[in-house]
């Protein structure tokens, strides 16, 4: 199942410098994958791998639009708007924003257009309902 990430209006420009557009973001979810591209960068891994999905949000800009990591919590975002968004914890750190695979990630932060959907249909492939 794909689902599209929700864009902010006003954060349109300069996503688009770092080459993120509603064109280049998506997520497809099956039952064997989690496949998240966000312009150059993306996260894929199996579905087994994911240990939670949290409803999260509203953000600050700064904190949540683009591609980030957190030093507090060696998370990831992909951001694109600041109002809501799901955030994927999971087993087994994955390569998302380093693409050396050196620096790991334990969690992602998607900031969807169906939060509800999207994490319902995450929790069921994962097997967490």
Request: glycine share 10%; hydrophobic share 40%.
């Amino acid at each position: 199942m794909r689902f599209d990430f929700a864009f902010e209006k006003k954060y349109l420009p300069a996503l688009a410098a770092i080459g993120v557009t509603p064109l280049t973001a998506k997520i497809d979810v099956s039952e064997k994958t989690l496949d998240a591209r966000f312009g150059p960068w993306r996260c894929r891994t199996s579905v087994k791998n994911i240990s939670c999905v949290t409803r999260t949000g509203p953000y600050s800009a700064v904190k949540a639009i683009g591609a980030r990591g957190s030093f507090a919590d060696k998370g990831a975002t992909f951001g694109t708007t600041t109002a809501k968004g799901v955030c994927v914890e999971f087993k087994q750190p994955v390569k998302i924003l380093d693409p050396s695979g050196i620096i790991l990630h334990p969690g992602l932060t998607l900031t969807v257009a169906d939060v509800d959907g999207f994490e319902e249909t995450l929790r069921r492939a994962a097997g967490l309902d």
